[in-house]
């Protein structure tokens, strides 16, 4: 067919397009509702985009963007470049069409006349569109009358909006929210008119080299605004086509993404605070800087509301690994020693006032002997629940293990959620009072919470639902003791000092804990209406370099609590029925003399030591059957053994037979290889406590 006989044919194809009879134009809204980004989206709680994740690879789409978030500049720029007479005509411009088929008749390459309307109506019916030899007569029909339709039955302004978040601008960018961001790195809000003018460039000749779409743009631009900088413009054109595609900012809450966008489709919605979100991987990533020279690479943070159990940030790395720290297991170290006091205390086996031994202790169990030792490798003598609670003492901690019943607190810890422990009882040991098992930072963030909530246990959650069921796990009693003691600075003093990081400027209880060879450092505590944990390490297992309880992961955590109470500083819970306060008196004076909590019907206003009187002679170390090795490395003359007993007074040490001295000291002995019997023995010779041991 000559090019004389196409341009003829015009009114006769626009005739013929009036009496067809098209598809049902859809309307803006269902348009919207079928619309579906390349990425499935998170949101905050507040309905922010937080994170996405690519589930759709043919080709890029992001959030439908309305035309009130896109920039003026674009939607001058592309009717243009595309559509002058936009405004004017009804979806079809005849003087577009007759002008280009006028054209067409002396020129080698043809010219288009199709509106953005008939574009949209392209993109909105598949049948619509043309194969690798252009549009059909057929379809060319059915387009004109498909516009008309549209022009008619939608505004100028949704025709627009569509077309902008549908059209293809280059390679796998479709719609303005993707080019914009892939090739600007910004929203469509944000575009210039040298941007806007690329972008409408690219709308003919997606695939057309740099220099042509910046001299095209270039023209556009002049058109928009005279004396626009077509070197800039060159500039941009070059390095926004050439550079990597970038269509997100960094990702801030990743692992959580990966757990929640299971397919392309409506945004989901999650309880997280994305403002909180990023303070906390932000103040995470700044710490881990500041511990890189001590061996420190990697941590994670979570932050629960205590009311609801929502999940309000969930930092599972820094960044650059795959690992997610809020769900790895790691040994827990003294953090689990809150829940063995409060046991105790909840039983009538301890009050907070109680005094407990932090002496050498030596427990025999099946796999050996188990010496506990403290975090400074000394030992304080005799100190209060409060005290040992606060400053983390470790001795102590083991003795009221032994008291509480190794099996009673393993049960405890389950029933506190912390699933991880699936071994029986009998496996941790009496290590378990110092955290020698393995918990998640969500479990153990969420144990502190039944504290924080006085005793009442409820799961966690990423997605909004209704209030969780909640179950009685703790005594609130004993938990509010718990609480107040972990809030003491005074009472922490003793290990930490009264100026660390674990101090608030607003009530808050808080404990540290540091597993074995210093591989996991942790800081877990609460407010009234928020938990915080933090974990700081290695993933890969190696130790850190001299970092403690204050200097590792518990300034992450001063740092998010003070971010959530910014606003409001958090409040004491209130006293719940069933205790009092009580002042109180120690004899000697251990501690200084104070206003105690205690469970109603245990309080007491004087705590006196038991007299040597009223405890029975005993041999303290070494412990029965215990197999002492000779260190190599230490010359022989060197090495010593302490030989103690409590309630020696007047009696004596004997080793194998022969006399050693008064037993009411301890009693330093140079080791021998092989056997040994010792004994306590009174002035009448009589054994009063013996034991067996070996020196290899």
Same mark, same amino acid.
């Given at each position: 067919?000559?090019?004389?006989?196409?341009?003829?044919?015009?009114?006769?194809?626009?005739?013929?397009?009036?009496?067809?009879?098209?598809?049902?134009?859809?309307?803006?809204?269902?348009?919207?509702?079928?619309?579906?980004?390349?990425?499935?989206?998170?949101?905050?709680?507040?309905?922010?985009?937080?994170?996405? &994740?690519?589930?759709?690879?043919?080709?890029?789409?992001?959030?439908?963007?309305?035309?009130?978030?896109?920039?003026?500049?674009?939607?001058?720029?592309?009717?243009?470049?595309?559509?002058?007479?936009? =405004?004017?005509?009804?979806?079809?411009?005849?003087?577009?069409?007759?002008?280009?088929?006028?054209?067409?008749?002396?020129?080698?390459?043809?010219?288009?006349?199709?509106?953005?309307?008939?574009?949209?109506?392209?993109?909105?019916?598949?049948?619509?569109?043309?194969?690798?030899?252009?549009?059909?007569?057929?379809?060319?029909?059915?387009?004109?009358?498909?516009?008309?339709?549209?022009?008619?039955?939608?505004?100028?302004?949704?025709?627009?909006?569509?077309?902008?978040?549908?059209?293809?601008?280059?390679?796998?960018?479709?719609?303005?929210?993707?080019?914009?961001?892939?090739?600007?790195?910004?929203?469509?809000? %944000?575009?210039?008119?040298?941007?806007?003018?690329?972008?409408?460039?690219? &709308?003919?000749?997606?695939?057309?080299?740099?220099?042509?779409?910046?001299?095209?743009?270039?023209?556009?631009?002049?058109?928009?605004?005279?004396?626009?900088?077509?070197?800039?413009?060159?500039?941009?054109?070059?390095?926004?086509?050439?550079?990597?595609?970038?269509?997100?900012?960094?990702?801030?809450?990743?692992?959580?993404?990966?757990? $929640?966008?299971?397919?392309?489709?409506?945004?989901?919605?999650?309880?997280?605070?994305?403002?909180?979100?990023?303070?906390?991987?932000?103040?995470?990533?700044?710490?881990?800087?500041?511990?890189?020279?001590?061996?420190?690479?990697?941590?994670?943070?979570?932050?629960?509301?205590?009311?609801?159990?929502?999940?309000?940030?969930?930092?599972?790395?820094?960044?650059?690994?795959?690992?997610?720290?809020?769900?790895?297991?790691?040994?827990?170290?003294?953090?689990?020693?809150?829940?063995?006091?409060?046991?105790?205390?909840?039983?009538?086996?301890?009050?907070?006032?109680?005094?407990?031994?932090?002496?050498?202790?030596?427990?025999?169990?099946?796999?050996?002997?188990?010496?506990?030792?403290?975090?400074?490798?000394?030992?304080?003598?005799?100190?209060?629940?409060?005290?040992?609670?606060?400053?983390?003492?470790?001795?102590?901690?083991?003795?009221?293990?032994? =008291?509480?019943?190794?099996?009673?607190?393993?049960?405890?810890?389950?029933?506190?959620?912390?699933?991880?422990?699936?071994?029986?009882?009998?496996?941790?040991?009496?290590?378990?009072?110092?955290?020698?098992?393995?918990?998640?930072?969500?479990?153990?963030?969420?144990?502190?919470?039944? $504290?924080?909530?006085?005793?009442?246990?409820?799961?966690?959650?990423?997605?909004?639902?209704?209030?969780?069921?909640?179950?009685?796990?703790?005594?609130?009693?004993?938990?509010?003791?718990?609480?107040?003691?972990?809030?003491?600075?005074?009472?922490?003093?003793?290990?930490?000092?009264?100026?660390?990081?674990?101090?608030? %400027?607003?009530?808050?209880?808080?404990?540290?804990?540091?597993?074995?060879?210093?591989?996991?450092?942790?800081?877990?505590?609460?407010?009234?209406?928020?938990?915080?944990?933090?974990?700081?390490?290695?993933?890969?297992?190696?130790?850190?370099?001299?970092?403690?309880?204050?200097?590792?992961?518990?300034?992450?955590?001063?740092?998010?609590?003070?971010? $959530?109470?910014?606003?409001?500083?958090?409040?004491?819970?209130?006293?719940?029925?069933?205790?009092?306060?009580?002042?109180?008196?120690?004899?000697?004076?251990?501690?200084?003399?104070?206003?105690?909590?205690?469970?109603?019907?245990?309080?007491?206003?004087?705590?006196?030591?038991?007299?040597?009187?009223?405890?029975?002679?005993?041999?303290?170390?070494?412990?029965?059957?215990?197999?002492?090795?000779?260190?190599?490395?230490?010359?022989?003359?060197?090495?010593?053994?302490?030989?103690?007993?409590?309630?020696?007074?007047? &009696?004596?040490?004997?080793?194998?037979?022969?006399?050693?001295?008064?037993?009411?000291?301890?009693?330093?002995?140079?080791?021998?290889?092989?056997?040994?019997?010792?004994? $306590?023995?009174?002035?009448?010779?009589?054994?009063?406590?013996?034991?067996?041991?070996?020196?290899?």
């Amino acid at each position: 067919m000559s090019l004389r006989v196409t341009a003829a044919l015009v009114p006769a194809l626009l005739a013929l397009a009036v009496g067809h009879v098209g598809a049902a134009v859809p309307t803006p809204q269902q348009v919207r509702a079928d619309y579906r980004s390349s990425d499935a989206e998170l949101l905050d709680r507040h309905g922010e985009p937080l994170q996405s &994740l690519r589930i759709d690879l043919a080709a890029r789409r992001l959030r439908w963007v309305a035309l009130a978030d896109i920039s003026p500049a674009l939607p001058l720029a592309v009717l243009q470049a595309e559509d002058q007479r936009f =405004m004017q005509h009804d979806g079809v411009d005849l003087k577009a069409m007759g002008q280009a088929a006028w054209d067409n008749l002396f020129r080698s390459r043809p010219r288009g006349a199709s509106t953005l309307t008939m574009q949209l109506a392209a993109q909105l019916d598949p049948a619509l569109r043309g194969g690798a030899a252009g549009r059909s007569w057929g379809q060319k029909w059915d387009q004109i009358q498909a516009a008309r339709e549209l022009d008619a039955a939608w505004s100028k302004a949704e025709i627009l909006e569509a077309y902008l978040n549908l059209v293809s601008f280059r390679g796998e960018l479709q719609g303005v929210g993707a080019a914009a961001r892939g090739l600007f790195g910004k929203a469509p809000s %944000g575009l210039d008119v040298a941007e806007s003018a690329i972008l409408a460039s690219l &709308l003919r000749a997606p695939g057309a080299a740099p220099k042509l779409v910046a001299k095209r743009a270039c023209a556009l631009a002049r058109e928009l605004k005279p004396g626009a900088n077509c070197g800039a413009i060159e500039n941009t054109t070059v390095v926004a086509l050439s550079r990597p595609l970038s269509y997100t900012a960094p990702p801030a809450a990743q692992q959580v993404a990966r757990q $929640l966008l299971r397919g392309a489709g409506p945004a989901t919605r999650s309880t997280l605070d994305g403002a909180l979100q990023r303070y906390a991987l932000d103040t995470l990533r700044r710490h881990l800087m500041a511990l890189r020279a001590r061996n420190v690479n990697d941590g994670a943070v979570v932050v629960l509301d205590n009311a609801s159990g929502d999940i309000l940030a969930w930092v599972g790395n820094a960044g650059g690994s795959e690992v997610d720290g809020v769900l790895a297991l790691r040994q827990a170290g003294s953090t689990l020693k809150p829940f063995l006091y409060q046991l105790a205390i909840e039983r009538g086996q301890l009050t907070a006032a109680s005094l407990l031994d932090d002496s050498a202790l030596d427990v025999s169990t099946d796999g050996g002997l188990y010496v506990p030792q403290n975090y400074d490798r000394q030992f304080k003598g005799y100190v209060s629940v409060r005290t040992s609670l606060a400053s983390s003492l470790n001795v102590p901690a083991v003795r009221t293990l032994q =008291m509480a019943g190794l099996d009673r607190f393993h049960e405890r810890l389950r029933a506190l959620g912390l699933d991880s422990l699936g071994e029986p009882a009998d496996y941790y040991g009496y290590s378990l009072a110092l955290g020698s098992a393995e918990v998640s930072l969500l479990e153990l963030s969420n144990a502190y919470r039944t $504290l924080a909530n006085g005793g009442l246990w409820s799961a966690t959650g990423l997605l909004p639902r209704a209030a969780a069921p909640r179950r009685r796990v703790l005594d609130v009693r004993a938990s509010f003791i718990v609480g107040d003691i972990l809030s003491d600075r005074a009472a922490r003093s003793l290990t930490f000092g009264l100026s660390n990081e674990l101090a608030t %400027g607003f009530w808050s209880a808080v404990k540290t804990g540091t597993s074995k060879d210093m591989r996991d450092n942790w800081c877990v505590g609460y407010t009234d209406r928020y938990t915080v944990g933090v974990w700081v390490g290695n993933f890969d297992g190696q130790s850190m370099w001299d970092v403690s309880g204050v200097t590792g992961a518990a300034p992450v955590w001063h740092d998010v609590v003070d971010y $959530l109470h910014r606003q409001r500083p958090g409040k004491a819970p209130p006293a719940p029925p069933g205790v009092l306060r009580q002042a109180l008196s120690y004899r000697p004076a251990f501690e200084p003399a104070r206003v105690e909590w205690f469970l109603k019907g245990s309080e007491s206003a004087v705590v006196e030591l038991a007299g040597q009187g009223g405890r029975a002679p005993r041999i303290s170390y070494p412990a029965p059957a215990s197999i002492i090795a000779i260190d190599p490395d230490i010359p022989p003359a060197s090495q010593r053994v302490l030989f103690q007993a409590q309630a020696a007074a007047g &009696l004596r040490w004997r080793l194998d037979g022969a006399d050693l001295g008064p037993a009411g000291a301890d009693h330093a002995w140079q080791p021998v290889a092989g056997p040994h019997q010792l004994a $306590l023995v009174d002035a009448d010779q009589q054994v009063v406590d013996t034991m067996r041991f070996e020196v290899r």
